[in-house]
């Protein structure tokens, strides 16, 4: 008798030859091309490259930042192009995540605050949300600083709050660009371990670019870009 299989989960992100231009004419220049790839559920995966090699024109196309001028992008099976922007920025709100080099927190409101505050934009009152904003602080290790303001913060720290931020809606991915490289090694390392750790707890899907040697080295799975194409997988 043959076992019928069970059915696949669909995947986070897939590519099918997708490509960015910017420009027109004899200007036109081409940030990405050909790159066809798939993220599959609770993946953790480094995307490496030279500065300019498209990294973070393909971690707006895998965020729904923005949209491929040629191809075909599939966020969790929708395709961008059947989407307007309202749509894109629902789907961005419910499922995707962002950490950035910089931290991007906002200076005036506590840890507390800024955690909370995609949830706000959600709708979730703030005493409906505390429960699920201090266990996120609790888990990323600032549950004694969530008072603090960011400024009263390392810059470790500052990443741990901004990687608490993404985590809190319990997103489907969580896309990273840079995430250490502001960081010294030992923070840094900090961080990366942190990352995993969430990855392996919630099974969140993580795509992130790096410099970073460490960050290679211990990412599940690595993607290589050179000149706005994949050239290793």
């Given amino acids: 008798m043959n076992r019928i299989k069970p059915a696949e989960p669909l995947p986070i992100v897939a590519m099918r030859n997708a490509g960015k231009s910017y420009g027109k004419g004899a200007g036109v220049v081409h940030a990405l091309r050909g790159v066809s790839t798939t993220i599959k559920p609770g993946e953790f995966v480094a995307l490496c490259g030279p500065s300019g090699s498209g990294k973070s024109t393909l971690l707006n196309l895998m965020g729904g930042i923005d949209y491929p001028t040629e191809g075909d992008v599939f966020l969790m099976g929708q395709s961008l192009a059947a989407l307007n922007d309202a749509?894109?920025?629902?789907?961005?709100?419910?499922?995707?995540?962002?950490?950035?080099?910089?931290?991007?927190?906002?200076?005036?409101?506590?840890?507390?605050?800024?955690?909370?505050?995609?949830?706000?934009?959600?709708?979730?009152?703030?005493?409906?949300?505390?429960?699920?904003?201090?266990?996120?602080?609790?888990?990323?290790?600032?549950?004694?600083?969530?008072?603090?303001?960011?400024?009263?913060?390392?810059?470790?720290?500052?990443?741990?709050?901004?990687?608490?931020?993404?985590?809190?809606?319990?997103?489907?991915?969580?896309?990273?660009?840079?995430?250490?490289?502001?960081?010294?090694?030992?923070?840094?390392?900090?961080?990366?371990e942190l990352l995993l750790t969430m990855n392996d707890e919630f099974r969140t899907t993580f795509v992130i670019s790096t410099h970073s040697l460490q960050l290679r080295k211990m990412a599940k799975r690595v993607l290589d870009i050179e000149d706005g194409r994949l050239i290793n997988d």
């Avoid at 894109?88 to 910089?102: D, S």
């Avoid at 949300?129 to 290790?141: C, P, S, T």
């Avoid at 470790?156 to 608490?164: E, K, L, T």
């Fill in 87 to 192: 749509q894109t920025a629902t789907l961005r709100a419910n499922a995707i995540g962002f950490v950035f080099q910089f931290f991007n927190l906002l200076p005036v409101l506590s840890v507390f605050d800024n955690v909370y505050y995609p949830l706000m934009l959600n709708g979730y009152s703030r005493k409906v949300a505390r429960d699920q904003v201090m266990e996120i602080i609790e888990k990323v290790g600032l549950s004694n600083h969530y008072r603090r303001q960011p400024g009263e913060l390392s810059g470790g720290q500052q990443q741990r709050v901004a990687i608490a931020r993404a985590l809190v809606k319990r997103p489907a991915l969580i896309v990273a660009d840079e995430p250490t490289g502001n960081l010294d090694s030992q923070t840094g390392q900090e961080i990366i």
